[in-house]
């Protein structure tokens, strides 16, 4: 699975990159009520950005499992942690965990590059202005696919076995 995220990762930096390219030389980076462009960078500096968040966030939260394996187990929260932590299952624990932020860190990568398509979505007009209604059915998907994984979460590690 981990040779599946990085692979997923090298493809939203490809995608941000390539789709980068119909940007004009200022880009309107950020966006304020009706879609209306109220920030504005270099494209240079806004494709570096956005490969940086693409490609970084997502690994930020798929590397943390890794800190996890370094703390005590007083230090981890985790539903009925003393027992999923006890030393017989901890190794299992920690790699149900890391396969959980591994998902959910290619769900972010995802929407991340959801995010940059809008963008570039939004300089086919001019003035660029953002879709919001896109925008919104985007931020909902993110949010459901946030609530399954909890729920998977929950359901892993809720209730003792």
């Known amino acids: ?6 692979l ?3 493809i939203a930096a490809a995608f941000v990159w390539l ?21 504005f960078m270099g494209k240079g500096m806004y494709t570096a950005l956005m490969i940086a968040l693409v490609v970084g966030v997502p690994a930020l939260v798929a590397s943390t499992t890794r800190l996890v394996r370094a703390l005590p187990p007083q230090m981890i929260n985790l539903p009925n942690r003393h027992y999923w932590l006890a030393p017989e299952r901890r190794d ?6 890391a ?3 591994l998902r959910f860190a ?8 959801f995010m940059h398509w809008l963008v570039v979505r939004a300089h086919a007009v ?14 909902a998907a993110f949010g459901l696919v946030t609530l399954a994984w909890l729920f998977l979460l929950f359901r892993r590690f809720g209730r003792i076995r």
């Not at 880009?27 to 109220?38: D, K, L, M, Y």
């Not at 299992?92 to 965990?97: E, N």
């Not at 290619?106 to 590059?113: E, K």
């Open 1 to 6: 699975m981990q040779r599946a995220f990085f």
């Open 8 to 10: 997923v990762l090298f």
């Open 19 to 39: 789709s980068s390219g119909s940007l004009p030389a200022v880009v309107a980076s950020h966006f304020g009520p009706g879609g209306t462009a109220n920030g």
């Open 92 to 97: 299992a624990t920690l790699d149900a965990l």
């Open 99 to 101: 396969s959980l932020s």
């Open 106 to 113: 290619t769900a972010l990568a995802v929407f991340l590059c």
């Open 126 to 139: 001019q003035p660029p202005r953002l879709p919001e209604g896109l925008f919104f059915v985007g931020l």
